[in-house]
T-cell receptor, first 113, second 116 residues
Framework: DVKVTQSSRYLVKRTGEKVFLECVQD?????MFWYRQDPGLGLRLIYF???????EKGDIPEGYSVSREKKERFSLILESASTNQTSMYLC????????????FGDGTRLSIL | AQKITQTQPGMFVQEKEAVTLDCTYD???????LFWYKQPSSGEMIFLIY??????QNATEGRYSLNFQKARKSANLVISASQLGDSAMYFC?????????????FGTGTRLLVSP
């Protein structure tokens, strides 16, 4: 069965901290994605990766960076956390190819105090 | 640029009835795919159904069907025989198929409440 695992369901950090959100998939998918979800705004793409060490900016990359050193793992990094980065973060992965759906993890609810 | 519009912030339906969740999209590309996802209160996003722009038949998956009207640029989700467990947020999303990257654009979602 398809499995995308995010390291934490809930996380509380302080302003200015460097925050790491980890995501692992066990389906050998080429593509991986990080979204943030805010009420009334739906899901917005932060970054995605289509191969190891490859990354592309999404719609809202400011304040974030990513790392993909292994195919199964995609990390989202908040370089210096700010209160406006309090949100739900969702990781997803997909196979390459038309019509392939993205499979999501359970999400990480991040609060920056 | 692509855009997905879901105009119904909330919908109510009684158990065992059918419900239609609206989705309209905007793109000038001819090759695209449309997806529906369900998000229960627990937070995970669950893939429900997919429709390709060149698919001639409407997609169906169990109790879910997609009413695809290409000329009107609409891709409404129909849930037949609603169950209490269908209460959730529902998101429509679109991806261009001619690009190498599988970027999805999401709508803002519709909250469905199924009552006994």
């Amino acid at each position: 069965d398809v499995k995308v695992t995010q390291s934490s369901r809930y996380l509380v950090k302080r302003t200015g901290e460097k925050v790491f959100l980890e995501c692992v998939q066990d389906m050998d998918h080429e593509n991986m994605f990080w979204y943030r979800q805010d009420p009334g705004l739906g899901l917005r793409l932060i970054y995605f990766s289509y191969d190891v060490k490859m990354k592309e900016k999404g719609d809202i990359p400011e304040g974030y960076s990513v790392s993909r050193e292994k195919k199964e793992r995609f990390s989202l990094i908040l370089e210096s956390a700010s209160t406006n980065q309090t949100s739900m973060y969702l990781c997803a992965s997909s196979k390459q190819g038309s019509g392939q759906p993205q499979h999501f993890g359970d999400g990480t609810r991040l609060s920056i105090l | 640029a692509q855009k997905i519009t879901q105009t119904q912030p909330g919908m109510f339906v009684q158990e065992k009835e059918a419900v239609t969740l609206d989705c309209t999209y905007d793109t000038s590309d001819q090759s695209y795919g449309l997806f529906w996802y369900k998000q229960p209160s627990s937070g995970e996003m669950i893939f429900l159904i997919y429709q390709g722009s060149y698919d001639e038949q409407n997609a169906t998956e169990g109790r879910y069907s997609l009413n695809f009207q290409k000329a009107r640029k609409s891709a409404n989700l129909v849930i037949s025989a609603s169950q209490l467990g269908d209460s959730a947020m529902y998101f429509c999303a679109m991806r261009l198929l001619d690009t190498g990257f599988q970027k999805l654009v999401f709508g803002t979602g519709t909250r469905l409440l199924v009552s006994p």
